[in-house]
């Protein structure tokens, strides 16, 4: 969460005369400030110094059907998938439109853009006609794609001669291991997400080509980072249709399913994410891949950078060490503006990052940014004058549970000497012992002085703000919501998994019925829903788009006010455990039912919470993506939480490590 003593790069451009924009991806805001009540202070506008916000907030969102904002305003898409939108389209025509409009209006003013699109991070979503450009490109499976990278790079001069290609980990299976039926579902998912980079490169260019029409191209700086921390290791070893079953740990797509439904990748039918071999491909030549903080592969990003008035060395390398902390200080000293002390009266930290401009005339000035830690989940690392110190805590797509529960002092820290080893293939640490104590001490005081400390090894426990620990909007057992309140995330509202609760809501129902819902939480690929089918009281749970659970009454609802609702009574003794419904209006049951097994941590990382429609993707097939607003009158909903029904001794994955390493 960042503080008022480190003020915003937009903010400080802002107040020195830029007009400042956003448009894409917003993970900045802490999940208890994103409900539309805010605080707005980490939010692009008005919080973190953009003067226009377009895009979603949260680590990913569909791009088929966007959860969208305009400002602080939820806005919907113009048109559905099948009448053409695409997000990634979207963004670029308002980026394209603000740079027109404010050239127009204030040409004389300068701009500040953070354009930052989904891809490609998961769902990978692209017309199909884009993966269909790499079709059978990608038949030869990830080993040889990672040799066949490798020469690329070095013919390129983008990595060392002598670089070598790092050993595949043994958890990851080579390509000749894979089941033979299975290969073409692997390979088309890297269809996708290759066609889904070039869908986004393809339309960086069309903004490329509108700040050039302007006559501002020459005298933009542009910095073009690729990647995601490293290629995301987030969908199994198989791939998945749906990602949040990794992340709610529960592997419900068998081979079958995959083949079944190989047609569905990059569709708005799928919240795709593609296997942890073609993860591992996509950080070629490092180890390891996103999460894995220790390892380049989970790290190190290529990183264009254009500015055709100043840097006169088109298309030449540089190899200094730098960070993305380094960016805001490069674009201070290329803009002339110093790094403030005060920002609305608040004292700043000197910036933590160090400047590039320096490297742009002379690609062999020594490097200036010496030192820099690294750490995830507790998978740590240290850079230092070329050599780096490294240790893999834990496996990015394995369970704290899965693992054993490791302890961070029976880590094993390996030694890399970069001037020699560019890709981190050889460990010295048997060879250079001292070296390595050194920079496992620098790392400690590197992690003390930047707030590390403490160390946590929690992944999915954390999206549960009862077991993370941190605040939470919503306090106490019961919330009541009103019609109209759509768009709120899963932290703005009660939080119903692994316990009993009630949702009840009042309803006036005109004569010749009622349609729609009454609030739905999640989407097609996960999530639950009370609402009226043909007026017929109607519960569904979907669990993660594979198994819907609906129950239903046995009539439609006459005209008249009632008070619905749907009793879920869970069965305990762990997490994402089934239980039963019970369906009643005014007090008298109306159906029963069951289901089978619940979501343990997370409904959806971008559908949200709607109340009198829904918006995104539907929970149940009984209605679709719109028109699905409650017809009747619905004055209000509530919900209604009872105890915590999950036995934590029951449930090993609760356990967790917080501590401080001794090394």
Known sequence: MRPNTCAPLAEILRLNGYSTSQFGKCHEVPVWESSPMGPFDHWPTPGNGMEHFFGFIGGETNQWYPALYEGTRPVEPDRTPEEGYHFMADMTDKAIDWARSQKSLMPDKPFFMYFAPGATHAPHHVPTEWADRYKGAFDQGWDAVRAETLARQKASGTVPENTDLTARSELIPAWEETDPQMRPVLAREMEVYAGFLSYADHHVGRLVDAIEELGELDNTLIYYIIGDNGASAEGTMQGSLNESMLLNQIP?????YMREHIADLGTPRAYNHYAIGWAHAMCAPFQWTKQAASHWGGTRNATLVHWPARITDAGGLRSQFTHVIDVAATVLEAAGLPEPVQVHGVTQEPMHGTSMVYTFDDAGAPERHETQYFELVCNRGIYHKGWSAVTMHKVPWLSAAEMGHPVLDDDTWELYDGSTDFSQAHNLAAEHPEKLRELQR?????AARFNVLPLDDRSAERFNAERAGRPELVQGKSQQLYPGMVRLSENSVLNLKNKSHTVTAKITVPEGGARGVLIAQGGAFGGWSLYLHEGVLTYCYNLLGVQRFTVRAGSPLPAGTYEVAAAFTYDGGGMGKGGEVLLSADGEPVARGRVEQTQPFIFSLDET???????????????GARGNAFT???????????????????????RMTIAMSRQ
Request: proline share 6%; glycine share 10%.
């Open 442 to 446: 620098l790392f400690l005081i590197q």
């Open 252 to 256: 419900l797509e068998t081979p079958e």
């Open 632 to 654: 009747g009158t619905l004055h209000w909903v509530r919900l209604d939480a009872g105890g915590d029904d999950h036995d934590h001794e029951a449930d090993p994955a609760h």
């Open 609 to 623: 919470v709607d109340v009198g429609s829904e918006t995104g993707t539907p929970v149940s097939d009984d209605y």
